[in-house]
C-alpha cells in the first residue's frame, strides 16, 4: 500500500503600485525593461527601502483570513543563487523571521496547516536570449503550507478556497494561468506511514496541469519504489504537451542558498494597533458569503463558483439584485449570456453602466420586450454603452400590447387558415398552436404570446 503526500509553495503577486523596495511601476504591460531603476537592478552602492504602507498591509489582511501568528518584529535575508535574470545574485526574503506563521484554511473535509507565509521579491523573466527586468522587485508573499495533502483533488480545493480568499481581500488578481498565482509541488510517495524522499514540479501553471502532474509523479514514484529504486529528492518540471514531468535539477539545500541577514534593511515593528485596524476592515470572506448567498438568493453552488471568479462578477450581481429585486433573473444573465458574451468579445467590464443593465432587466421581466431584443439589446449596453430604452424605441423593438392591433391580426390569420379552425373546432389542439404561430408571425413576432393565446381563443369561441 503507498501513500502520497504533498505539500505546496505557492507565489503571490502582490496588487500594489509600487514594487518591493523601489518606486518602480508594477504594471506588467510596459515594455521590456522600462519599469527598472539600480535598486532593482541590484547595482553596488544602492539602499533598498522596504514599501511597507502597501506590502504590509496586504500580507497582514491574508495572515488574519488564514489565522495567522502575526510576527510584531520582521526582517529580511538574503537568498543566494545565481540565476540570468536575478541581477544581485540573491534574493531578498524571509528566511529566520517570516511575517506569518502558523495559518490553516479549511477545505471540506480537513484543515491544510500553513507554515509560513514570507516576503520576498521576484527576479526577471527569461524571453529567448533576452531578459525582461520588469518584475524585478515585485513584491511577492510566498505561502508554504505543511505537507498535508493526499491528492490532486485536495490540492485543487484548496488553491481555488485560496484563490477566493485573495481576490475577496483584493491582495492579488491570482491569475494562476498568466503567472501572478505560481503553484511548487512538493510531492513523495512511500509505503505504509513512512514519509519519502520529496520531488519539487516547479511552477505549475493550471489546475488541469497540477491534476496531471500530481497523478504522473505518482506513478513514476510507485513504479520506482516496485522496482526497488531510490528516489532521490530533486527538482522536476512539467512538460503540458507531453503530460509528462521532466528532470530539471538537483535539489538545492538550505547549505547552497547561504542565507544572511540583510543588513540594508532594519528590521521593522508592527504595532499592535496597525493590525487591529487591518482586521477591523476585513471584507466578509467567501466562505461567509457564500452560505450568505446560498441563504438570501437561493443560488447553487456552482453559481457561486462563478462569481467568486472575479471580484467584479459578484459585486455587479449584489448590485443588480438591489436594483431590479429579482435575484434569480440577474443569476441567469451574469451565468449565461453575460459569460456567452466576455467569452466571444474584449469588455471592460469596471465601468459597465449598472443602471441601464437594471433597467432592460425589469423591462424584460415586465414583458415588454421577447428574450431575443433582451439578448440584443444587453449586447448592446456591454459593447457600446447604449440606453436601453432609447435603443428599444429606435428599433421599434416593444412588444405590441394594442388589443385591436392583435385582434386585426388574429382576423387575417383565421379568415386566411379556416381549415385549420375548422380542424382545432373539431377536436384537433395541434390546430390552434399552428394559428398562434402564424398571428405571432404576422406580428412579426413582438407581441405576448400568452396574451396572443388568450384573445385568440376568445375569438374563436
Do not use: W
Not at 282 to 308: A, C, G, Q
Amino acid at each position: 500500500m503507498y501513500k502520497t503526500t504533498i505539500g505546496l509553495e505557492i507565489h503571490i503577486e502582490l496588487k500594489t503600485l509600487k514594487k518591493l523596495f523601489c518606486n518602480c511601476k508594477t504594471n506588467f504591460n510596459a515594455s521590456s525593461n522600462l519599469n527598472t531603476c539600480p535598486i532593482c537592478l541590484g547595482m553596488a552602492g544602492t539602499l533598498p527601502k522596504f514599501n511597507k504602507k502597501e506590502v504590509l498591509h496586504l500580507a497582514i489582511k491574508l495572515g488574519l483570513a488564514l489565522s495567522s501568528d502575526i510576527s510584531n518584529i520582521i526582517s529580511f535575508d538574503r537568498k543566494h543563487y545565481f540565476y540570468k535574470d536575478l541581477p544581485k545574485g540573491f534574493q531578498t526574503t524571509q528566511f529566520f523571521n517570516p511575517v506569518l506563521r502558523n495559518g490553516n484554511l479549511q477545505i471540506e473535509n480537513k484543515i491544510i496547516n500553513i507554515k509560513e507565509i514570507h516576503i520576498e521579491e521576484d527576479a526577471g523573466k527569461t524571453k529567448g536570449d533576452n531578459i525582461d527586468f520588469n518584475r524585478c522587485g515585485i513584491p511577492l508573499l510566498e505561502i508554504v503550507t505543511e505537507p498535508d495533502f493526499t491528492s490532486y483533488e485536495e490540492v485543487i480545493e484548496f488553491l481555488k478556497s485560496l484563490r477566493e480568499i485573495l481576490l475577496f481581500l483584493d491582495i492579488s488578481d491570482a491569475k494562476i494561468e498568466e503567472g501572478s498565482m505560481r503553484v511548487d509541488i512538493n510531492i513523495s510517495v512511500s509505503k505504509d506511514n513512512l514519509l519519502g524522499n520529496r520531488v519539487e514540479i516547479k511552477n505549475v501553471g493550471s489546475f488541469k496541469s497540477i491534476k496531471n502532474a500530481i497523478l504522473y509523479e505518482q506513478e513514476r514514484q510507485i513504479k520506482l519504489l516496485e522496482e526497488n529504486n531510490i528516489i532521490l529528492e530533486h527538482t522536476r518540471c512539467f512538460d503540458e504537451n507531453k503530460n509528462k514531468t521532466i528532470f530539471m535539477r538537483n535539489k538545492e539545500t538550505i547549505k547552497d542558498y547561504k542565507y544572511l541577514k540583510e543588513v540594508d534593511i532594519k528590521e521593522i515593528y508592527i504595532e499592535d494597533d496597525f493590525i487591529e485596524n487591518i482586521r477591523k476592515n476585513l471584507p466578509i470572506l467567501p466562505n461567509e458569503k457564500r452560505v450568505f448567498y446560498k441563504t438570501k438568493y437561493n443560488i447553487s453552488d456552482d453559481e457561486i463558483d462563478i462569481l467568486f471568479e472575479n471580484i467584479l462578477f459578484y459585486s455587479i450581481f449584489e448590485a443588480l439584485c438591489v436594483k431590479t429585486k429579482n435575484p434569480r433573473e440577474v443569476i441567469n444573465l451574469i451565468c449565461g449570456e453575460f459569460l456567452k458574451i466576455l467569452n466571444k468579445e474584449n469588455i471592460d467590464i469596471k465601468n459597465l453602466n449598472i443602471t441601464y443593465i437594471a433597467n432592460l432587466i425589469n423591462i424584460f421581466l415586465d414583458e415588454k420586450i421577447t428574450r431575443d431584443t433582451y439578448k440584443k439589446t444587453f449586447y448592446e449596453i456591454l459593447k457600446n454603452n447604449q440606453n436601453p430604452e432609447e435603443y428599444i424605441e429606435k428599433n421599434d423593438l416593444y412588444l405590441i400590447d394594442d388589443e385591436n392591433i392583435i385582434k386585426d391580426a388574429i382576423d387575417i390569420v383565421l379568415e386566411e387558415n379556416k381549415k385549420a379552425l375548422d380542424d382545432y373546432k373539431n377536436g384537433n389542439l395541434k390546430s390552434l398552436k399552428f394559428l398562434l404561430g402564424a398571428t405571432l408571425k404576422k406580428l412579426d413576432y413582438r407581441a405576448n404570446a400568452n396574451i396572443v393565446n388568450n384573445i385568440l381563443i376568445d375569438i374563436i369561441n
